[in-house]
């Protein structure tokens, strides 16, 4: 038996709704590997019942699977924001959204973070990031002065297979982007910063006064 077969099997169930939407990215979209699944699933949907966020933000739908794990432990007067660059995911986002019981909670905004967060003129308790991995210092100096003091940053991928630490594989600007991140929020001085070694890296990042 598989490590993640063994977690799998010791963990809350993956919910009817999530379990299609995962299968669905296997079989219909391009790097499925991008979806959260089962395991980092149900750690966002215990984070979030943990901050109890009033406002959520999230920096890259894809398929929906994570948006839906947030929404699924956000307590009820909570919000929560999701954009996605890629117009093609939107119809299906759409719909898989209005099947949730806190579809009316749950606000999609196709097209670049970079120029929609100003627009929301939102502060937020708790952000995913998991978007173009060469923008994420970009996306962080856009939040930080719209952050609620005590708020939670998660940034996904901050491991990246394993590049991080492969020298022969820095050159590429994704890999750059990443390093570039880890290394700027080590050192933020109103950050808090822990890795989890989970999949592809989780960063949390709690945000200082």
Same mark, same amino acid.
């Given at each position: 038996? =598989?490590?993640?077969?063994?977690? @799998?099997?010791?963990?809350?169930? *993956?919910?009817?709704? =999530?379990?299609?939407?995962?299968?669905?990215?296997?079989?219909?979209?391009?790097?499925?590997?991008?979806?959260?699944?089962?395991?980092?699933?149900?750690?966002?949907?215990?984070?979030?019942?943990?901050?109890?966020?009033?406002?959520?933000?999230?920096?890259? #739908?894809?398929?929906?699977?994570?948006? =839906?794990?947030?929404?699924? &432990?956000?307590? $009820? @007067?909570?919000?929560?924001?999701?954009?996605?660059?890629?117009?093609?995911? *939107?119809? @299906? +986002?759409?719909? *898989?959204?209005? %099947?949730?019981? #806190?579809? *009316?909670?749950?606000?999609?905004?196709?097209?670049?973070?970079?120029?929609?967060?100003? #627009? %929301?003129?939102?502060?937020?308790?708790?952000? +995913?990031?998991?978007?173009?991995?060469?923008?994420?210092? @970009?996306? +962080?100096?856009?939040?930080?002065?719209?952050?609620?003091? &005590?708020?939670?940053?998660?940034?996904?991928? /901050?491991?990246?297979?394993?590049?991080?630490?492969? #020298?022969?594989?820095?050159?590429?600007?994704? /890999?750059? &982007?990443? %390093?570039?991140?880890?290394?700027?929020?080590?050192?933020?001085?109103?950050?808090?910063?822990?890795?989890?070694?989970?999949?592809? &890296?989780?960063?949390?990042?709690?945000?200082? $006064?």
């Amino acid at each position: 038996m =598989l490590l993640d077969d063994y977690i @799998e099997a010791h963990i809350s169930p *993956e919910p009817e709704q =999530l379990a299609r939407i995962y299968r669905n990215t296997c079989l219909y979209h391009l790097y499925p590997r991008m979806c959260s699944g089962h395991i980092q699933g149900r750690l966002l949907k215990m984070l979030t019942t943990m901050i109890q966020p009033r406002h959520i933000l999230e920096i890259g #739908a894809y398929t929906g699977y994570s948006t =839906l794990c947030m929404a699924e &432990g956000m307590p $009820p @007067e909570c919000q929560l924001h999701t954009i996605e660059i890629d117009d093609e995911n *939107e119809d @299906e +986002l759409r719909r *898989e959204f209005a %099947l949730h019981p #806190a579809a *009316e909670r749950i606000h999609l905004h196709i097209g670049d973070a970079l120029e929609i967060i100003p #627009a %929301l003129g939102r502060q937020w308790d708790m952000v +995913l990031i998991d978007a173009n991995k060469r923008h994420y210092i @970009e996306y +962080l100096e856009l939040l930080m002065p719209r952050m609620r003091t &005590g708020g939670y940053i998660l940034a996904d991928n /901050t491991l990246w297979g394993g590049k991080v630490v492969d #020298a022969g594989a820095r050159p590429d600007s994704q /890999t750059q &982007g990443i %390093l570039r991140f880890n290394s700027y929020v080590a050192a933020h001085p109103r950050l808090e910063t822990a890795i989890i070694p989970l999949r592809d &890296g989780l960063t949390l990042l709690h945000v200082l $006064p």
